[in-house]
């Protein structure tokens, strides 16, 4: 017997028919319950583990540490005297997770796939992390009681620019009173 000859006898049977059909919609609920509730046991990809202290805290400390090393460094160009610098952060620290990926090629398609590496066994497994990076920089405030000769000036700009990685756009540089 062949596939539409076994699809024509189920038809006449109605009974049949409604038993598979509630079968097939149970399934599909479950399917889609199953993506809304919580993963028990190793069922899922956890997040790593995030640092104890919140972000703005730790890019409050990166911040603070930064801006005494650039005005203790600023405080040494000749003519620049007492130096105060305050910077501004666009983000927190990010993290990059390690991925390892896949590409395929054939024909006119292209297929890549990437996942996260993950590390540890059980309930302990944790996606790797590649790199943590520093918060970013996105403008700086020096005020220096030199900044009365413009070469001091020019000189705190540049060296702000270079040390921080910005442009020069996004550097105010004032008189300390």
């Given at each position: 017997?062949?596939?539409?000859?076994?699809?024509?006898?189920?038809?006449?049977?109605?009974?049949?028919?409604?038993?598979?059909?509630?079968?097939?919609?149970?399934?599909?609920?479950?399917?889609?319950?199953?993506?809304?509730?919580?993963?028990?046991?190793?069922?899922?990809?956890?997040?790593?583990?995030?640092?104890?202290?919140?972000?703005?805290?730790?890019?409050?400390?990166?911040?603070?540490?930064?801006?005494?090393?650039?005005?203790?460094?600023?405080?040494?160009?000749?003519?620049?005297?007492?130096?105060?610098?305050?910077?501004?952060?666009?983000?927190?620290?990010?993290?990059?997770?390690?991925?390892?990926?896949?590409?395929?090629?054939?024909?006119?398609?292209?297929?890549?796939?990437?996942?996260?590496?993950?590390?540890?066994?059980?309930?302990?497994?944790?996606a790797l992390?590649?790199?943590?990076?520093?918060?970013?920089i996105t403008?700086?405030?020096?005020?220096?009681?030199?900044?009365?000769?413009?070469?001091?000036?020019?000189?705190?700009?540049?060296?702000?620019?270079?040390?921080?990685?910005?442009?020069?756009?996004k550097i105010?540089?004032?008189?300390?009173?």
């Amino acid at each position: 017997m062949e596939i539409p000859e076994k699809l024509k006898n189920m038809k006449k049977d109605k009974k049949r028919l409604t038993v598979i059909t509630a079968l097939g919609i149970c399934g599909m609920l479950l399917i889609m319950l199953s993506s809304v509730l919580p993963s028990g046991k190793g069922g899922g990809i956890e997040k790593a583990e995030t640092p104890a202290a919140p972000l703005s805290d730790e890019a409050d400390i990166y911040c603070r540490r930064t801006e005494e090393k650039l005005a203790d460094f600023l405080s040494s160009i000749d003519g620049a005297g007492e130096v105060r610098v305050y910077l501004t952060v666009g983000s927190g620290e990010r993290y990059v997770y390690a991925e390892e990926g896949r590409s395929s090629k054939s024909g006119d398609k292209a297929e890549e796939e990437s996942k996260y590496v993950m590390i540890g066994g059980g309930d302990g497994r944790s996606a790797l992390v590649e790199t943590v990076r520093c918060p970013e920089i996105t403008g700086a405030v020096v005020a220096c009681s030199g900044c009365d000769s413009p070469v001091v000036c020019e000189k705190i700009y540049k060296a702000v620019s270079a040390a921080l990685g910005i442009p020069t756009g996004k550097i105010y540089v004032t008189k300390l009173e």
